[in-house]
């Protein structure tokens, strides 16, 4: 749809539902079916399930009606609509630097967001192979060993080659809709990825159920044991929740941008947070069950997705096709989000330098093969390479780890941290009531998080990041 603005025209969602499904799609991804599950199992399961879905409620869901609303008031790229909302309040647009911080989160994370991408592609070319070479009945990978299997992805990492050329794929398929515009592109990946994605998620939880140890997971991931909460624990779900709803790196505010006037912003950023909670959750009510039934520790961190699903697909009849369609889903997930993190960077250069859209979206995917080709070496030929060894914070860590620090600890909590203060302290009173969709005291309320909840929670995020020794 084209919206207007100053009399001109801009690409838009072509519905409610269309920005909606791009929204969730942005926000469902490798955060939801990676790291949730793995930082759930590492982080003792109950306590911290809990305390995320408090986290997502509390400075979640405020940030995010939050960006949205600059957005849309804005409807322009993410610095110029922070500009347009200061200059309507009649406060300084060097608030400006919140969304530029946020261009710049989006584009590192990008960077190394592909790659994990890349690993992805690497698990379906593996079960495709297994597939044609043992048949679809039988468990995945049968007759190899465990240690073989666990294997694989240590030996992808020790091979920089493929990992650059895997890399390179997943950021080409992720120019490839965004070089084709908001409606064209975005919006089509959206539309039919999204409902394929919930399809084949509910039909492998379903699956899993039968055969694996359901009630075991139900237990170990609502079970509430307060002792278990502890100040880690908390940091990680707070931050999770952030990396998840795709909060402080002007995602939100970019999308918001192609969002038309009719639409209510506080009852869709429910639906986009609460879908997003749904998938988390039910991604480790997929995982979990087949990994206790093949009697392996759901504690494995990051190698829970990579290294221990695998293996335990082994277990299960026709594991080798849940395995592909498994990771199939994944790749799903993971390109609708790599699509809004390609498309910030991709939609502050049409602004500001009026290129045309293919040339911006390939400038910026050039740019991140470049950095992710780097994040890539740092698993093998560059592993010796700690760029940041100066700064105590980032000492010893490879290009990946740097890359995924600067933005986790760093620049997504700052920008969020700057959103709430200049939304809940410093924007103009009546285009917040008008923008946000919200009545009464739904309204005061969220106004309160704004105001107070988010920004504490958001500078111990910071203090704890930044000085992790101290507590
Ligand atoms: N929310 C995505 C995930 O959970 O995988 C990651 C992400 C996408 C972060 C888009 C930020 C963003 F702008």
Known sequence: MA???????????????AFILAAIGSAVGLGNLWRFPAEAGANGGGAFVLFYILCVLMIGLPILLSETLIGRHGQASAPESVRRVAKASRVSSHWDILASMGVLAAFMILSFYCVVGGWVLYYIGQFMADIFASGVTGGAFEGRPAEEIEALLPNLFGNGILMVGLNALFLGFTL??????????????????????????????????????FSQTVSYLFTFEPEKLTGPVMLAAVGQAFFSLSLGVAGMITYGGYVGRNVNLGSTSAIISSADTAVALLAGL??????????????????????????????????????????????????TSSVALLEVPTAWLIDKFRFVRPVSASIVAGGAMILGALAALSFNELADWHPLDFIPLFAGQGFFDVLDGITAKLLMPIGALLTALFIGWFADRKLVDLEN???????????????????????GILVVGIFPGMF
């Open 176 to 213: 490839f809709f965004v070089a084709r515009g908001v409606s064209g592109g975005i919006e089509l990946v959206a539309k039919w990825m999204m409902p394929a994605f919930f399809i084949l998620l509910i039909a492998i939880t379903v699956y899993g159920a039968f055969g694996g140890a």
């Open 437 to 459: 969709g919200l009545g009464g005291w739904l309204h005061l309320f969220w106004l309160f998080l704004v105001r107070f909840v988010c920004p504490i929670a958001l500078i």
């Open 286 to 335: 997929c995982i979990f069950p087949i990994v206790f039934a093949a009697g392996l520790s759901v504690a494995a961190g990051p190698g829970l997705m990579f290294q221990t699903l695998p293996h335990a697909f082994q277990e299960m009849p026709a594991g080798s096709v849940v395995g592909l369609l498994f990771f199939i889903m994944v790749g799903f997930a993971a390109l």
């Open 3 to 17: 919206l207007s603005q100053g009399g001109k025209t801009r690409d838009g969602w072509s519905s409610r539902s």
